[in-house]
């Protein structure tokens, strides 16, 4: 029992900093992806945007899949931060192409068009896999 609470306190505080730097940078990523794209997520999913609601979770679920594999295989907070600074990075990338493919996707989103919304979620779903993938080795 001792060698397992031993361990518990050597682990603990190691725990405690990687999660606050991995939801720090969730939490960062995304206030930099709203600020990046042309519509306020927040308003129109208050206001029943189901567009709005669908790009935004494709957004935190692609930030956040990379971002769990980094907290598995880090060796440092510094892994974190670089890996998702990478990944975010990725996801801006992957927002802004996909925003050049589908005209006027800014505006389409404020009108509740869900079909171009789903295609862009899956593809910042996607582009954080591949991400995931690549960070995992």
Same mark, same amino acid.
């Given at each position: 029992?001792? /060698? $397992? *609470?031993? =361990? *518990?306190?050597?682990?603990?505080?190691? &725990? &405690?900093?990687? =999660?606050? %730097?991995?939801? /720090?940078?969730? %939490?960062?990523? &995304? $206030? %930099?992806? +709203?600020?990046?794209?042309?519509?306020?997520?927040?308003?129109?999913?208050?206001?029943?945007?189901? /567009?709005? +609601?669908?790009?935004? =979770?494709? +957004? %935190? $679920?692609?930030? /956040?899949?990379?971002?769990a594999i980094t907290l598995k295989t880090s060796l440092n907070t510094w892994d974190i931060i670089l890996w998702g600074l990478v990944t975010l990075t990725l996801i801006l990338v992957a927002y802004r192409v996909m925003d050049f493919v589908i005209r006027d996707f800014g505006k389409r989103v404020e009108d509740n068009e869900t079909g171009p919304a789903v295609l862009v979620a899956a593809v910042k779903v996607a582009v954080g896999l591949i991400a995931a993938a690549s960070v995992a080795g």
């Open positions: 029992m001792e /060698a $397992i *609470l031993n =361990s *518990l306190l050597t682990g603990l505080p190691f &725990l &405690l900093l990687h =999660s606050s %730097v991995t939801f /720090a940078m969730l %939490v960062s990523g &995304l $206030i %930099v992806y +709203a600020w990046i794209t042309p519509y306020d997520e927040l308003a129109l999913i208050k206001a029943g945007n189901t /567009a709005a +609601a669908i790009t935004l =979770s494709g +957004a %935190v $679920i692609g930030f /956040a899949i990379p971002l």
